[in-house]
């Protein structure tokens, strides 16, 4: 036999040679069927619902819950031997205790209120030895009392036959499933199954997931027999597994399925394989992956009675070889496709068949592949699932995302791949006993207390969420998952934000007053006549003389915005710390700015101080804002700004986003302080004259409860959102104290920790000065996160994550939740009702390269409308909206405007956010247009504004081509004057 290790050569070879005769099926198209499909559209939500009659299931396996493992007359099966060798001390001998808890196995269906339940047969248990001579009537009266019940509450029984429990006694005297005289026996076995229990099952499961009977069990020795470095013997198990499961089922098709009316086939498991790289033998080796796992059987099933062509070519010294007479018995032997997809799966144990690819556990595209390959067959998900840690209790809120995941991949399956999907499976119904994993996980969506006599049962949060998805038949469609139509009003504050401006302090070279003179006759150069001097074309230089602001305000207003929002560097503006010694060369740049962009009829939003890792605070500001001298420094800088700037200012933001973890409780004291005193002093001594606005803008991420049903999980969001954001805004917007839950909580852990948590406090005279400096209340949202309980953050005990249903960035992996959004503007709103709100900063990252930024345009739609939910639905006082952020130079991956080689591109987000904005929002085309007289037009009044409206190539050529005739023209006058 080959060395498997070694494949990957030889099958790359071969597949990029013959691979047209390789596939039994369109397979291969998969992988680039999905590269095709609109992004992010297609990995949105799906709010719709299943086909009716579909098959809710959820499911066990006899020897991980049944224990009593030697009562009643039960034989040992591999797995209780299997258990005790070798340094193996866990045991599966109680399990969950089913077989002695039928009534509350029976009552945990029911609260589910699943149609099926998938359960096995435990073959040695109704034959001890394995053999029809060694009938145990109490064990096969068992299964008939489980059956039963389950037709008393409307459940149907999805029955498996073998699900990897052998009788001890056929390992022992026949060496197991090496041995083809199992065929018989399982033939044998199966028969008495179909003509006991058949009047009342309709599905059965012949075998569950040979593939890790067949190499786990026989090959890697990982699981029960526990044989291993037999390199043939795998092959030849999976041989017998074949034709033992072809054998039950001519044995159900000849003699009961008339009678019976039930279909038969063989629970196959695979995970999706991903490519390595973009390139035709990548996915070829994914297809070999996928067929060496699942192809395995399914091609001998669904195809033609054979291996698949990829393990032919590379084992056809070491395959088994089907006869004629035995390919046609195996062949057609699946009434359904059964499939498993969980942790206990194919290539997790041995890489070796991933051939360099990937391994992830896309569920929707194996779906696809498995109705493209194998000429689309009904398939019915008879094990889905993944696992929290045995520490885990009842909440179990990383289950239920994995579960929704799955359950949605199924879904799409079904509404945009038009695959036929009858049903599906939770695994499992109970916590258990996992295999090789032992108790080290859980599966359940009951709780089962292993330090209780009786096993006692307890319904997770996972069994609430699936019983609301089965009730539901899906996830079906509600108003507030809609688009709302509507428009903002006429005054909104349309903008887009920067995190800073381009500086470029030098004037424009044609400033130049030399006079010069065309070299005609000699190498056509342009000679400077010495001692000549122009005229001076302006007595004084003009903000217009800036190229660099000519063209970011021209940006800007081909945006058709009505404000920009960007900060200012303190450390640049006051290097030393002290506003005597400000750096006026750069105020007087900040003054041409903003007073152009007045005069493009834009609106300047400006921070003072935008609080990020590398902080402009300057240097020389000792201990920076834990230092309460900082405070004085800041407010003389904010002085110096509203003088510079104040004339065309009308909205200022004091410090952004600074309630940010790495800024400690000092520190964010001393910054409220600031924002408060830098409040104050342009209350009393600009706004008479500026009127203007002024207030802080804070980090607002939402704080998603992972378990919204349950109150024990919205705690954490609710204690998430206090100190990240009731931290700065209670103080502010409400009492001028710190949020109570926040002194609550520090007290419980500063009784808990070695560390103590200190939040200051305010004096009486500090509460009166922070308390009510606002005029609007500011925030930057970008995402949302899922929150539980949990260590990941020490001082909250809370851990964030990602539902794995939403959609992700490429780029950073932030997570696309538009609604994030609607519900964070509602917390504002419901805190501190009526305020002015403001979104300052709102955007995704996105490969620079990419101009057609799709996710962007998604993001930016939905967000917006979520936004206009607030607005319309929730009674939101929302004034402003800003997209974040104007171009990728100053914010790399976030910008609106792309730039290849000097040229100034515009994204497709661009032009999307443009039509936003013309048309107010997402007008009802049914109602009346909105008439907003004074809204931007074309028109603006900034020098160069309509030559810099054109593409920058052509503005440039257009500027060269006015200096060079100004220059002709003086150098004519001047020769003509002094001959």
């Not at 196995?105 to 149609?115: F, H, K, P, Y």
């Not at 019940?149 to 459940?155: G, H």
């Not at 569920?363 to 009904?378: G, K």
Request: proline residues 5%.
């Amino acid at each position: 036999m080959k060395n498997i290790a070694a494949l990957l050569v030889g099958l790359l070879i071969f597949c990029g040679i013959t691979w047209t005769s390789a596939s039994a099926g369109d397979g291969l198209r998969t992988w680039e069927r999905f590269k095709r499909l609109s992004s992010p559209g297609d990995e949105a939500f799906l709010y719709d619902t299943f086909p009716e009659n579909f098959m809710w299931s959820v499911g066990t396996a006899a020897y991980q819950v049944e224990g009593a493992h030697d009562k009643d007359g039960k034989g040992l099966s591999i797995w209780d031997t299997f258990n005790r060798g070798g340094t193996r001390i866990v045991k599966g001998d109680v399990g969950s205790d089913s077989y002695h808890n039928i009534p509350a196995d029976i009552r945990a269906l029911e609260l589910l209120g699943v149609s099926h339940y998938r359960f096995s047969l435990s073959w040695s248990r109704i034959f001890p030895n394995g053999s029809l001579s060694s009938y145990n009537e109490k064990g096969a009266n068992y299964y008939k009392k489980l059956i039963n019940s389950l037709k008393e509450i409307k459940v149907e029984p999805v029955v498996t036959i073998y699900h990897w429990d052998l009788p001890e006694n056929l390992q022992a005297v026949f060496g197991g499933w090496g041995n083809p005289m199992l065929v018989d026996l399982f033939k044998e076995y199966a028969g008495f199954c179909f003509k006991t229990y058949g009047d009342d099952v309709k599905y059965w499961i012949t075998i569950d997931n040979p593939f890790v009977v067949a190499w786990h069990g026989y090959g890697t020795g990982k699981a029960a027999p526990g044989i291993k470095n037999d390199l043939d013997l795998p092959y030849t198990v999976g041989h017998n597994l074949l034709k033992a499961h072809a054998a039950a089922w001519h044995t159900y098709d000849k003699h009961y399925r008339a009678k019976q009316g039930g279909k038969v086939s063989m629970a196959l498991a695979s995970h999706w394989v991903k490519p390595s790289r973009n390139r035709p033998e990548s996915r070829w080796a994914c297809q070999c992956s996928l067929e060496f796992v699942l192809g395995w059987f399914a091609h001998p099933l669904f195809v033609d009675g054979d291996y698949p062509p990829c393990m032919r070519q590379e084992l056809s010294d070491d395959l088994p070889v089907f006869t004629a007479a035995e390919r046609q018995h195996i062949r057609g032997t699946a009434d359904f496709f059964a499939l498993s997809h969980g942790p206990s799966l194919s290539f997790q144990l041995n890489a070796s068949f991933l051939f360099g690819q990937q391994e992830v556990l896309d569920l929707r595209m194996l779906l696809y592949w498995i109705h493209s390959q194998y000429s689309r067959p009904p398939i019915f998900v008879v094990e889905s699932g993944w696992f929290v840690q045995t520490t885990t209790k009842t909440k179990d809120a990383m289950y239920i995302t994995y579960l929704k995941r799955f359950i949605m991949d199924t879904l799409k399956s079904i509404k945009y791949d038009n695959v036929t999907v009858i049903g599906y499976t939770a695994w499992s119904l109970l916590d258990g006993f996992e295999w090789y994993r032992e108790y080290a996980i859980r599966r359940g969506l009951y709780y089962v207390d292993f330090n209780t006599p009786n096993l006692r049962r307890e319904p997770k949060t996972s069994a609430t969420f699936y019983g609301k998805v089965i009730e539901k038949n899906g996830f079906p469609l509600l108003p507030e998952h809609q688009p709302v139509q509507g428009v903002f009003p006429c005054n909104f504050a349309w903008g887009v934000a920067a995190n800073q401006v381009e500086i470029d302090t030098t004037p424009t070279q044609f400033a130049d007053p030399g006079v010069y003179m065309w070299n005609s006759s000699g190498n056509g150069e342009l000679l400077r006549l010495e001692g000549v001097m122009a005229p001076p074309l302006r007595p004084v230089r003009h903000c217009v003389d800036y190229a660099s602001i000519r063209q970011q305000v021209a940006d800007v207003r081909r945006l058709r915005v009505s404000h920009f929002h960007f900060s200012l560097n303190w450390s640049s503006i006051t290097p030393t710390g002290r506003a005597s010694e400000a750096n006026t060369t750069l105020l007087a740049y900040y003054h041409c700015f903003v007073s152009e962009l007045s005069r493009a009829n834009v609106t300047p939003v400006v921070t003072l101080c935008h609080h990020t890792e590398r902080s402009s605070i300057p240097p020389q500001l000792e201990g920076g804002w834990e230092s309460k001298d900082t405070v004085q420094a800041f407010a003389e800088y904010a002085r110096l700004c509203y003088h510079w700037l104040g004339e065309h200012v009308k909205m200022w933001i004091t410090v952004s986003e600074a309630n940010v973890d790495s800024l400690g409780f000092t520190a964010g004291h001393h910054v409220l302080l600031a924002h408060a005193t830098a409040w104050r002093l342009y209350d009393r001594e600009f706004r008479p004259r500026h009127g203007g606005r002024v207030s802080l803008a804070l980090y607002m991420d939402w704080m998603e409860p992972a378990v919204s049903f349950s109150r024990q999980d919205v705690e954490p969001a609710e204690r998430v959102l206090a100190f990240k954001v009731g931290w700065f805004a209670e103080p502010v917007f409400g009492r001028g104290e710190y949020p109570p839950l926040m002194r609550r909580w520090l007290q419980h852990r500063n009784s808990m920790d070695l560390i103590s948590y200190q939040l200051p406090v305010f004096t009486e005279e500090e509460r009166r000065l922070v308390r009510g400096t606002y005029d609007f209340f500011a925030l930057t949202h970008y995402t949302t996160w899922m929150v539980m309980d949990g260590t990941s953050h020490k001082m909250l005990e809370v851990q964030l994550s990602n539902d794995a249903t939403w959609v992700k960035a490429r780029l950073d992996g932030a997570s696309v939740v538009p609604f994030g959004l609607r519900k964070a503007l509602g917390w504002v709103h419901t805190h501190y009702r009526d305020v002015p709100v403001y979104i300052m900063a709102n955007g995704v990252k996105e490969e620079p390269a990419h101009f057609k930024d799709s996710l962007r345009v998604y993001y930016l739609y939905n967000y917006i409308n979520e936004a206009l939910k607030a607005y319309i639905l929730d009674g939101v006082n929302l004034q402003g909206y800003f997209a974040y952020a104007l171009n990728d130079r100053l914010d790399p991956g976030f910008g609106m405007y792309g730039h290849v080689q000097g040229e100034v591109i515009e994204k497709a987000s661009l032009g999307n956010y443009r039509h936003i904005i013309a048309h107010h929002g997402f007008p009802d085309p049914d109602a009346p247009l909105q008439q907003c007289p004074g809204h931007p037009d074309d028109t603006c009044h900034f020098h160069g504004c309509q030559l810099l409206a054109k593409r920058s190539v052509v503005g440039f050529l257009s500027l060269v081509g006015s200096a060079l005739v100004l220059t002709m023209g003086l150098t004519l006058y001047y020769a003509t004057r002094r001959h």
